[in-house]
């Protein structure tokens, strides 16, 4: 049910209190006409000067308990938030209030709040970001050139009959901190790819024969399901044919023998509400929808603010392995962040997915999947949304 103004509300309680003071008036005066046969000017002064004192107290009283209500305990709430927000603490709301002025009031106090966190989760990504570059370059330096040199002397190892399981396992581990100098380069470096529109049908077919080409589907049963009228979407192909690659090989990973992998494009429309960890909080009114991960925001790149009912096309990977523990759904695409086994992942791939999907206007989640594993969710505007 709509709201009433504080215009509205007030008007009819000053209409109330109007009526009943001429109703309290004529009372008054026909009460002293009976009360007051008889008596003396001087004795009906007295009278009529408690009478009118009465009814003052109780218009005065009346009035105050309006003002109380409908003006200033909202106005005190907010005032609570807005300090609560002003010494830092970001997760104080507005309340909800009984007319529709304070209502949108608070939304905007709320809003205001929103836009403060995400800021400060954009710093703090910046920092971040720059920590990386500033660590990634460095290693690119430092370690670049030893393993070059590294990789010279095990070939000459090879040449001179050193045991090929030995030379094989280190050429291996040379493959892995190539691996995770790249992965460190890749999520720091900017994007040098034009944003253009694209077809996700041909995005997605790409990605899963590229990894069908590589025989990385040997242990799974593989799906590719492409929806009908699907929409074009505004983006950067090969880093999101990369995007793609990765989660089906982190699907294949986590798979247990001829497990089923689906990767799969939808027309889908964007509801807040649907989205597990994009969540509006409990507090938040009408129209505040602040896509936001429910814990730890400022760790992963800044995801953009989308209007409930954008149209795009929602691209999921679901796997039917053991999935990602609830704890856990927030928190996997922060760098470093890795719930493999160690030597098995450096926690770099899902924050490079999370990066190039924010890049291009999308939002990336994980839920449970029907086949009882994970299904990992990019959601991309339509173009010209």
Do not use: C
């Not at 309006?66 to 938030?81: K, Q, S, Y």
């Not at 045991?163 to 460190?184: H, K, P, S």
């Not at 509801?271 to 509006?280: D, F, K, L, M, S």
């Amino acid at each position: 049910m709509a709201k009433p103004s504080l215009k509205a509300e007030l008007l009819f309680n000053l209409a109330f209190l109007a009526s009943a003071a001429l109703l309290l008036g004529v009372a008054t005066i026909l009460a002293l006409e009976a009360l007051t046969s008889g008596l003396t000017p001087g004795q009906l002064l007295p009278l009529v000067l408690v009478t009118v004192a009465v009814d003052v107290g109780i218009f005065i009283v009346f009035g105050r308990y309006l003002v109380t209500r409908h003006v200033l305990i909202p106005v005190e709430r907010l005032v609570r938030a807005a300090d609560a927000v002003a010494e830092g603490d970001l997760a104080a709301r507005a309340p909800d209030a009984e007319t529709r002025d304070f209502a949108t009031l608070g939304e905007r106090l709320n809003r205001m709040t929103d836009r403060l966190l995400d800021a400060q989760s954009q710093l703090v990504r910046t920092e971040k970001l720059a920590s990386v570059g500033r660590l990634a370059a460095g290693l690119a330096h430092e370690i670049g050139n030893p393993l070059g040199a590294i990789g010279t002397y095990l070939e000459v190892a090879r040449r001179r009959g050193v045991d090929a399981e030995v030379t094989g396992g280190m050429a291996r581990e040379l493959e892995r901190i190539d691996r995770i100098v790249r992965g460190l380069l890749d999520y720091a470096r900017p994007r040098d790819e034009a944003v253009q529109a694209l077809d996700v049908a041909v995005v997605a077919e790409a990605a899963f024969e590229l990894i069908r080409a590589q025989g990385a589907f040997r242990r799974a049963a593989p799906r590719l399901d492409l929806g009908e009228d699907l929409p074009r979407v505004r983006g950067r192909a090969h880093a999101l044919e990369q995007a793609l690659v990765n989660l089906l090989l982190n699907a294949v990973d986590a798979i247990p023998e001829d497990g089923e992998v689906v990767l799969g494009v939808r027309r889908w429309t964007f509801e807040p509400e649907q989205v597990e960890h994009t969540p509006r909080r409990a507090t938040d009114p009408g129209s505040a929808t602040f896509p936001r991960p429910s814990g730890g925001r400022g760790a992963i790149p800044q995801a953009p603010d989308l209007a409930t009912g954008t149209v795009g096309a929602l691209v999921f990977v679901a796997d039917a392995g053991p999935g990602v523990a609830r704890e856990d759904r927030a928190r996997v695409f922060e760098p470093f962040y890795t719930t493999k086994a160690p030597g098995r992942g450096t926690g770099l791939g899902l924050a490079i997915v999370a990066r190039t999907v924010f890049d291009m206007g999308g939002l990336v989640w994980v839920e449970e999947a029907r086949e009882g594993g994970a299904v990992f969710k990019l959601f991309l505007p339509e173009v010209g949304r």
